[in-house]
């Protein structure tokens, strides 16, 4: 065999969204790309804010001797402490430039920390719905993803936390606004996890820290906001991202930000930075970073998603889906009319409608959508929701 077992595994259960990528491009191919629905894929359609473009013409006219070269592996001073400057405004809390390590995206920035934190075998603790890339991010450092389920609404349940850690617990990850279910987690639960956090570490004699992974932190609506992990819990480090909110996905820019009260925060940095290096990201890109120190309160147009997400959540709910309100990131998962989300899907295939089966993101009987797209775009793809309505009789 000519790649690893266990890559060639890995092939062979190909994620939902690239498999749905592909059944898209099959049915693209025979009715036209007009006349296919696809809500599969979190690649943001909206261009950068105005103020990206700007600081891109200004380097572009007036290039900065040497900035093409290899700097310090944590990232540039001056963007540590633009991003280390608003995390201490907006916690109150003394984050420096010495918390903050610049990496390749937020999956860049998981893949450090994750290197950085597991001993073989260890347990990271992730909760259903999730992410599914951090199902791969754990196995490729050793650790074993552990999966707990989230409430009814899909916000946290932190006694089936407190049952799941134990002494092989190395992390928790969360991710609010979360991917796929749109929750957010409010001051009250993060307090409460906190809590749960310290006297588990008491117990146990060892930090268990916690991963919250907010690339889509400011993509809220109605004036919803993402209380800092930093206010309620000790040993927690931030992943991040302008994937999102600058719709950069493909500039590969985020940041790790590790919380000033985080115990041994000089030798977890160390770590950080090392990891950076020798996984092979060495520093993040130079020049985004330049472009993104500026931009630091800059967003993506807000209104436009909460826009869309608002004629998806009638129309779904007027045809009788049963749908949770995401308050953020720009996903619908609402349970399937049938428990076979797999089936579900592949019906919905018949409208010419793609969607996910929530099984790949680890809750079975519910399917994702991802909206964003443009508004024409999902306006068409509306009167095949109700047919597939239609089909189930809802
Ligand atoms: N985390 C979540 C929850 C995501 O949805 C994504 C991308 O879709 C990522 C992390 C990775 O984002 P990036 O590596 O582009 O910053």
């Keep these: 065999m000519p790649i690893a077992q266990k890559i060639e595994t890995s092939l062979s259960n190909s994620s939902w969204i690239r498999r749905m990528f592909e059944e898209g491009e099959k049915l693209r191919k025979i009715y036209g790309a007009e006349k296919v629905y696809d809500f599969t894929l979190g690649n943001p359609d909206v261009e950068p804010p105005e ?9 572009a006219a007036d290039p900065v001797p040497g900035m093409h070269r290899y700097m310090s592996n944590a990232g ?104 796929p279910s749109g929750a957010v987690y409010p001051a009250e639960t993060l307090a409460e996890l906190g809590r749960l956090l310290e006297q588990k570490e008491r117990e146990l004699g060892t930090p268990v ?35 999102k ?15 000033p009260d985080i115990e041994d925060s000089e030798l977890i940095f160390d770590g950080l930075v090392f990891c950076n290096r020798t996984l092979g990201f060495v520093n993040a890109p130079a020049l985004i970073q330049r472009l993104i120190t500026p931009l630091q309160r800059q967003s993506v147009d807000i209104a436009a998603y909460q826009e869309k997400r608002d004629v998806i959540y009638k129309h779904l709910t007027e045809l009788g889906f049963e749908v949770t309100k995401p308050m953020g990131a720009f996903y619908f998962f609402p349970r399937c009319p049938i428990e076979d989300d797999v089936e579900f899907v592949r019906r919905a295939q018949k ?10 993101f680890g809750l079975p009987g519910h399917f994702r959508l991802s909206y964003c797209m443009d508004m024409q775009v999902i306006k068409r793809g509306l009167p095949a929701f109700t047919e597939l309505a239609r089909e189930f009789n809802l």
């Design 51 to 59: 103020a990206f473009h700007r600081e891109l013409r200004k380097i």
């Design 76 to 179: 540039y001073e001056e963007t540590r402490q633009a991003i280390a400057g608003v995390l201490a405004e907006d916690t109150g809390r003394p984050v420096t430039p010495g918390h903050i390590v610049m990496t390749c995206g937020a999956g860049g920035g998981l893949n450090v920390v994750l290197k950085t934190l597991l001993n073989p075998g260890e347990e990271v603790i992730v909760t259903t719905p999730y992410f599914v890339e951090y199902r791969f991010y754990v196995d490729n450092h050793g650790g074993r993803i552990k999966e707990v389920p989230t409430k009814a609404d899909f916000q946290l349940d932190t006694a089936a936390l407190a049952e799941a850690i134990g002494p092989n617990t190395r992390a928790i990850i969360i991710n609010s606004p979360n991917n």
């Design 209 to 243: 820290y916690l991963i919250s992974d907010e690339p889509y932190a400011k993509i809220v609506y109605e004036g919803t906001t993402v209380p800092n992990v930093f206010n309620y819990i000790k040993n927690s480090i931030i992943v991040t991202s302008h994937s």
């Design 245 to 259: 909110d600058l719709a950069l996905p493909g500039e590969r820019i985020g940041y790790i930000a590790l919380n």
């Design 351 to 360: 409208y010419n409608l793609l969607l996910v089966p929530g099984s790949g």
